[in-house]
């Protein structure tokens, strides 16, 4: 007999979306003969739709998501193929931190500076013709200074050549789940073929925190000195919104100035990925204005925790007359704040079950659905081992299910 169960539903109204701007304007004092002078009004950002209404959104590809529940919270050509330019260090930097974490490369190993890599052009972290240099300045040089002649150094030590080098990325960005990516190079140099999308960027992103908790720190670095050379992070949001603390800019002619970046609050992770931006200070406005629209408008909500008891479910001929499913891991949601469409929340399964089951085996699913929110399907699980009566306990039983037609 199948069972379906109406857990939750909340009817609520309506609610506009409004966006400010945050610009303010000082007086000045001006003379007589000279107008007034104003600053250039803002470019017009083409309006995206999101669970809470129409953004405007300047960068030409943009994408926010949830870290923890992977719900997306705005979406602008996340799958557009684009120039990545220097996001793309994010993939160096991922093999990079898995040959540390499997002991093929040490932190404190040095490494060769080739002439290919002392004379490689654009952000550098200067480091000299045949000079040998640690791997863990390397690391602060590609994340903190953008260093392409960095990522040639660590490049050529793990492969022999850029080259090869290209086809490790490509190798390991195929078996992390980046399906429309291609790499050329370490660096992000312009490359026809050197592609990757915003969605691909934000995976890359988040297998970087889980992967290498360890070593993301390097991401919330300010600023790094080498050889007598100190940059700072080009991070602008490490500065300008409070929990940044990741991960990477990027600027070509053709990309114009992107950004992937990441911040935390009250245990809150976000993700957000933005490209094609017509300047930096375009790209740090953009980066904290999302950013702060995607925390101020939406909260993670904990449906159930992982051992929480959903339902009591029959078991026909068990030693226990019914079985607890629980989630078996916290089911939690990504929600507008300001709430105001249907939620429905249900759990379905077949019961009576029969014996035996076994802990963690699937017995259901709880349903989720509602405007705005993406239906989601979690499965349920058994909490319990429940064993099968023995033949003498289980004759009443079945006697009892064929007298009453159940």
């Avoid at 160096?92 to 499997?102: A, G, P, S």
Wanted: net charge positive.
């Amino acid at each position: 007999m199948a069972s379906r169960r109406n857990i939750i539903g909340v009817v609520l109204g309506g609610l506009p979306l409004w966006l400010a701007s945050d610009q303010a304007f000082a007086q000045q004092r001006q003379a007589p003969s000279q107008p007034a002078r104003r600053p250039p009004p803002r470019p017009e950002g083409t309006p995206v739709a999101t669970p809470v209404g129409n953004v405007d959104v300047l960068a030409r590809q943009a994408l926010i998501v949830d870290f923890e529940t992977g719900a997306t919270l705005l979406d602008k050509n996340a799958d557009d193929r684009m120039p990545p330019s220097s996001m793309s260090k994010l993939m160096t930097m991922y093999v990079v931190f898995e040959r540390l974490k499997q002991g093929r490369l040490q932190m404190d190993q040095m490494l060769p500076v080739s002439e290919r890599a002392w004379r490689m052009g654009g952000s550098k972290m200067f480091v000299d013709l045949g000079q040998q240099v640690r791997v863990e300045d390397l690391i602060r040089g590609v994340i903190v200074q953008s260093g392409n002649d960095a990522c040639i150094v660590l490049a050529e030590a793990i492969s022999g050549s850029e080259q090869q080098f290209a086809e490790l990325l490509n190798e390991t960005g195929r078996r992390i789940g980046l399906t429309n990516s291609n790499f050329r190079n370490s660096t992000g140099w312009p490359d026809p073929e050197h592609r990757m999308t915003a969605r691909d960027l934000s995976i890359l992103a988040r297998r970087l925190i889980t992967d290498f908790p360890d070593y993301y720190r390097f991401y919330n670095e300010r600023s790094f000195r080498f050889s007598n050379i100190s940059q700072d992070n080009r991070n602008p949001l490490l500065a300008r919104v409070p929990g940044a603390d990741g991960l990477k800019t990027g600027h070509t002619e053709e990309a114009g100035y992107g950004l992937t970046g990441s911040a935390i609050r009250d245990g809150r992770r976000v993700i957000l990925v933005i490209n094609g931006l017509v300047s930096m200070r375009a790209r740090a406005e953009e980066s904290e204005r999302l950013m702060e629209w995607a925390f101020r408008e939406f909260e993670a909500v904990t449906l159930f925790r992982a051992q929480d008891t959903v339902e009591n479910v029959p078991v026909y001929l068990g030693e226990r007359r019914t079985v607890p499913m629980v989630g078996g891991r916290d089911i939690t949601l990504t929600l507008p704040r300001r709430w105001r469409d249907r939620l429905e929340v249900r759990v379905r399964y077949q019961a009576p079950l029969t014996a035996p089951v076994m802990r963690g085996q699937t017995i259901g699913e709880l349903q989720v659905a509602g405007q705005g929110v993406p239906t989601l399907s979690v499965p349920l699980v058994a909490g319990a081992d429940v064993e099968k009566l023995g033949l003498l306990p289980r004759i009443p039983a079945v006697i009892g299910r064929w007298v009453s037609g159940a």
